[in-house]
């Protein structure tokens, strides 16, 4: 009865290690600075499902896991329109907002 009671007591202190915050933010607006020394983007939001964020000019840290979708890098993006979706500042997935090219009558 013990034993069970220890292992009981063990996955009860144990499980929480295992959670995570697993708060995601979505945020998009305008590239307005990459920095390929410290391997961080700074962002004018536009909008945000955060509603803490600072809307004014947010950095955010490219960590090795992070994707950046599209050919293009991110020194050429300065200027454009991003859809970033982060997790306590880091970036998960960066994705360049690329305007639909119109018909031609």
Do not use: F, W
């Amino acid at each position: 009865m013990k034993k069970i009671l220890a292992i009981v007591a063990a996955t009860v202190i144990a499980a929480p290690a295992y959670a995570g915050c697993g708060k995601k933010v979505a945020s998009i607006g305008t590239l307005t600075a990459y920095d390929a020394k410290t391997k961080t983007i700074t962002m004018k939001v536009m909008r945000t499902n955060d509603a803490k964020a600072n809307k004014k000019a947010t950095k955010i840290t490219l960590t090795p896991a992070s994707k950046v979708m599209g050919d293009a890098g991110l020194d050429k993006l300065v200027g454009q329109q991003l859809s970033v979706i982060s997790e306590h500042g880091k970036a998960d997935i960066v994705v360049p907002l690329i305007a639909a090219a119109r018909k031609k009558k």
